[in-house]
């Protein structure tokens, strides 16, 4: 069965400083991995995936199956970037896909 | 292009009662998910819809139970409400079966069991 652990709840950095929010998995398969991030009074929204190997706001994660993590992060910590951090994990389920969840890591980024 | 939308936002049910949860897929996409995501959780992955036929399945009881139109919009039904059953429950629309695909998120429906 899948796995992904977030191991922060909270993470609390100051503007301009690094920030690496930690995503750990367990899977069997070849992992597609995600990161969603959810700004106050907004829905869920994709941030990056993997296999893209992009940068989207300044944020960057790679995928690492030795240690079976895709860690967030970003050099710079902005004030706009504080909000909840999901982690997903895609995986076959009957003809399609799901997603599994950690449980989030709220990052706060303070003046 | 319309986004994922959910309806209601917020409602309040009585244990043993039953509720229907309600989703419009954004345009162009065939494929919705739904997940429950109780507090301090992370969303989990209740069932997934793909041409009006249930796809794919979580750990949730039978009285959790779907419906995909032939518009593909969506319903959530849940016979029997249990105090647990208390959590946002989210739609994720997406435009491919297999393989990797965003999913969009509505905005949620919160519900409330008493």
């Known amino acids: 069965a899948q796995r992904v652990t977030q191991p922060e709840k909270l993470l609390s950095v100051f503007k301009g400083a690094p920030v690496e929010l930690k995503c750990n998995y367990s899977?069997?398969?070849?992992?597609?991995l995600f990161w969603y991030v959810q700004y106050s009074r907004q829905r869920l929204q994709l941030l990056l995936r993997h296999i893209s190997r992009e940068s989207i706001k300044g944020f960057t994660a790679d995928l690492n199956k030795g240690e079976t993590s895709f860690h967030l992060k970003k050099p710079f910590a902005q004030e706009e970037d504080s909000a909840m951090y999901y982690c997903?994990?895609?995986?076959?389920?009957?003809?399609?896909?799901?997603?599994?969840f950690g449980t989030g890591t709220q990052l706060k980024v303070e003046l | 292009e319309t986004g994922v939308t959910q309806s209601p936002t917020h409602l309040i049910k009585t244990r043993g009662q039953q509720v229907t949860l309600r989703c419009s897929s954004q345009s162009g996409h065939n494929t919705v998910s739904w997940y429950q995501q109780a507090l301090g959780q992370g969303p989990q992955f209740i069932f997934q819809y793909y041409r009006e036929e249930e796809n794919g399945r979580g750990n949730f009881p039978p009285r959790f139970s779907g419906l995909q139109f032939p518009n593909y919009s969506s319903e959530l039904n849940v016979n029997a409400l249990e105090l647990d059953d208390s959590a946002l429950y989210l739609c994720a629309s997406s435009s491919k079966v297999t393989g990797t695909t965003e999913a969009f998120f509505g905005q949620g429906t919160r519900l409330t069991v008493v």
């Open positions: 899977y069997s398969g070849s992992p597609e």
């Open positions: 997903a994990l895609s995986s076959p389920t009957g003809g399609g896909n799901k997603l599994t």
